[in-house]
């Protein structure tokens, strides 16, 4: 009765909260058990005064006989004993094995999302999780911050103030013009073609960050990139591409 008590507060262990079961029902057969003791107690009782008007009455013979008895059940009970050790020994063992699988499986899970949540998207990708940690590119001798802004509340829909960016201060041949917001979101779009991704519905320059920004059509989440950036990798390689003589 000892090892099923053990065995119900281990498996209620391995089980918890729903464990509260098992050691329910274990505090039960613990309670159930030492009255069951007081019982047997008084049968003790009982037996001694007949194992005394036996050895009054009885012969050698018998007393032998008895003795016998008495080992070969001494030696049952040892057998039964054994196997019930083993049986409870190897219950546990297979409920610690598998709680080891079980966290080993949630720890390997809970690192893959915490490693999937802190990557950091690539400085050419115009699509991806915003990530909190500052991606850092240098352009044209400067260090731009290429992280994305984080995700929108309940403004998302809220219109952004539309502004043209500074003129560059290049000239010549090599002068490229700076967009205005319809010709940066079919800059933007053509590259989503080239990648096989959805497009947006508009980008649009903000002053005040000197930025592009946008709703990235996948995640609905509000993305940006510094001018200087977004003219490096998507508007005047667009532009080029119509334009031969700026090659």
Not at 87 to 116: D, K, M, P, R, Y
Request: with cysteine; charged share 20%.
């Amino acid at each position: 009765m000892g090892c099923l008590i053990l065995l119900l507060v281990v498996v209620g262990f391995f089980t918890f909260p729903f464990g509260l079961i098992f050691w329910a029902l274990a505090a039960m057969i613990y309670i159930m058990q030492g009255n069951r003791q007081q019982q047997n107690r008084g049968v003790q009782e009982m037996g001694l005064l007949r194992e005394q008007q036996f050895q009054l009455t009885a012969t050698p013979e018998q007393k032998l006989e008895r003795d016998k008895l008495r080992e070969e059940q001494r030696q049952k009970d040892n057998r039964n004993t054994l196997i019930k050790v083993g049986a409870v020994a190897a219950v546990i063992l297979f409920f610690v094995i598998v709680g080891n699988i079980s966290h080993s499986s949630t720890s390997s899970n809970q690192q893959a999302s915490t490693q999937e949540a802190s990557s950091t998207p690539s400085p050419t990708s115009v699509e991806g999780t915003p990530s909190t940690t500052p991606a850092w590119k240098p352009v044209n001798g400067q260090t731009v911050n290429m992280t994305p802004m984080p995700e929108p509340t309940v403004k998302r829909a809220e219109p952004v103030a539309q502004s043209t960016p500074k003129a560059s201060a290049s000239s010549g041949s090599d002068y490229i013009p700076d967009p205005t917001n319809e010709q940066a979101t079919e800059a933007f779009n053509e590259l989503q073609d080239q990648k096989h991704r959805p497009h947006t519905k508009s980008v649009i320059y903000d002053a005040q960050t000197d930025s592009y920004i946008w709703i990235g059509p996948t995640h609905g989440r509000k993305m940006s990139m510094k001018r200087e950036a977004f003219y490096l990798e998507i508007w005047n390689p667009y532009y080029k591409r119509y334009h031969p003589e700026h090659e």
